[in-house]
């Protein structure tokens, strides 16, 4: 976790449970002069989205902070997730599904340094033979663009299915390899 330079007067209040950034807009408005810093992860909120630090928000000197934890972290915390993506690797060799599970990592950073609150929250080999790729995300466009990353590194060697859930708000992107 990275360390924000800010000088704490606020209390420290803990928010509830805000499951999108959108919502997080709305309970938080716009305009405050006060700030949410992120318990977990240091992510900071202004200008209605979380940011990694507080560069680009404008405010010089003291800060009124509020500790919580942003809705990646919270969504973490409450073992929760908005993507989900299984690889069936069987038809892989070990050194195709290390290079896929590398490249996936890759795939996850990126979206992380571009918003906090994009994240690969887990990557795991599952099944008897450790041939199934999971990994469960924060936020259901990066399950999709993982679905992609896939579909063009392994093209031809299998088919992907996406799944949307009307009853959770979770993508579900399923690959399977062709026998
Ligand atoms: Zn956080």
């Known amino acids: 976790m990275k360390t924000q330079k800010f000088s704490q007067r606020g209390t420290k209040t803990f928010l509830r449970y805000t499951p999108s950034p959108r919502k997080t807009e709305q309970e938080f408005g716009p305009g405050r002069h006060e700030y949410f810093v992120c318990s977990d992860c240091g992510a900071v909120y202004f200008k209605k989205s979380w940011h990694h630090s ?36 069987s038809n892989l060799s070990g050194k195709m599904r290390q290079e896929l599970i590398q490249h996936l990592r890759h795939v996850g950073e990126r979206a992380y340094a571009r918003d906090p609150m994009h994240r690969i929250i ?29 579909e063009k590194l392994l093209k031809g060697k299998g088919r992907k299915r996406v799944e949307f859930s009307k ?13």
């Open 54 to 89: 507080f560069r680009g928000s404008n405010v010089r000197g003291g800060k009124h902070v509020h500790f919580t934890k942003c809705p990646a972290c919270a969504m973490i915390a409450n073992k929760k997730f908005e993507g989900e993506v299984f690889i069936d690797t």
């Open 122 to 150: 887990k990557l795991q080999v599952q099944g008897s033979k450790g041939s199934i790729v999971r990994v469960t995300t924060t936020e259901n466009q990066l399950a999709i663009r993982i679905g992609r990353e896939v």
């Open 167 to 179: 009853e959770e708000d979770v993508v579900r992107v399923f690959w399977k390899s062709a026998r």
